[in-house]
Each structure stands twice: as structure tokens, then as C-alpha cells.
């Protein structure tokens, strides 16, 4: 899959046109990690989002005692690192590859060029982020409810 076709699959740019797809697909980058690396610590700063081409990671959570949970499994096109992009904190929990992935990476200073040249573009990438935010904890509430 070229970076076009995995752009235009991903949530995060839907309602995007074709020159807005084709700048993202100058600015992102390809990163690959191999079965069990870790992508990113939770308590890591982040600055970037991935999108997921190939394969899937699970997202950890480190317990009080240090032991680690699973909250989820993510698969392509799936994207995640998208909060610390949002608000510059810390990495909310570690992204750990199930298998061999290949992700495209999009930079909080990559973000910005794009919303200097596309800020319709921009917004809706954001509006997008924001979809998928609500939708994983509309989820999670339910998982919440389900343990009460």
C-alpha cells in the first residue's frame, strides 16, 4: 500500500481533497518496528501521531505495582499518539508492536506546516482526531459500566 492509499484509508483524514493528501504524504515519514519493540513509554513526551500501515501494537498501561495491562489492540489503519500531539503532555501508556509494523509518522511540527497551507485541511483533521477521541472513550465508559 502506498502512502496515498493509506492516508485515504485512515480516519483521521477523511473529507480530506486530493492536494491536501498529497502534502501529508510529503510531510509523514515511514517507521518500522519489529515484533515485541516498543513504539513509545507511557510517560514519554510526544510531539508526534502515527498511523498504522501494516500489522498492530497493543496499547499498555502500567499498573501501580508496575505490572502492565492491555487496555487495546490497534490494527492498520488505526492511529494513536494523537493526544500528546494535541496537548504536548506525557505519553498516556506505551504502544508495543504484536508484530513487524510499518507506520507513517506525523510530527506536531509537520501538523502546523500543513495548517499553513490547508487550515480547512487542518481543521478537519482535528475534527477527525476528535471523532476518534470521543468514540474510544464513549468505549471505554461502557467497559467502565460493564466492571460496576
Do not use: W
Amino acid at each position: 500500500m502506498n502512502k496515498t492509499e493509506v492516508l485515504q484509508a485512515s480516519r483521521l483524514f477523511e473529507g480530506l481533497i486530493p492536494d491536501e493528501i498529497e502534502m501529508l504524504c510529503e510531510i509523514t515519514q515511514k517507521k518500522a518496528f519489529k515484533a515485541g519493540e516498543v513504539v513509545f513509554e507511557q510517560g514519554d513526551v510526544g510531539d508526534s501521531l502515527y498511523i498504522l500501515v501494516d500489522g498492530s501494537v497493543d496499547v499498555v498501561r502500567k499498573r501501580d505495582d508496575g505490572s502492565e495491562h492491555v487496555i487495546a489492540t490497534l490494527e492498520a489503519p488505526d492511529f494513536f499518539g494523537e493526544m500528546s500531539l494535541i496537548d504536548k503532555e506525557y505519553r498516556s501508556a506505551s504502544i508495543r508492536a504484536r508484530a513487524d509494523i510499518s507506520m507513517l509518522c506525523l510530527t506536531n511540527e509537520n501538523l502546523h506546516s500543513f495548517a499553513r497551507v490547508y487550515k480547512n485541511g487542518f481543521t478537519l483533521v482535528v475534527i477527525n482526531i476528535a471523532r476518534v477521541l470521543s468514540t474510544r472513550l464513549r468505549e471505554t465508559n461502557e467497559k467502565l459500566a460493564a466492571k460496576m
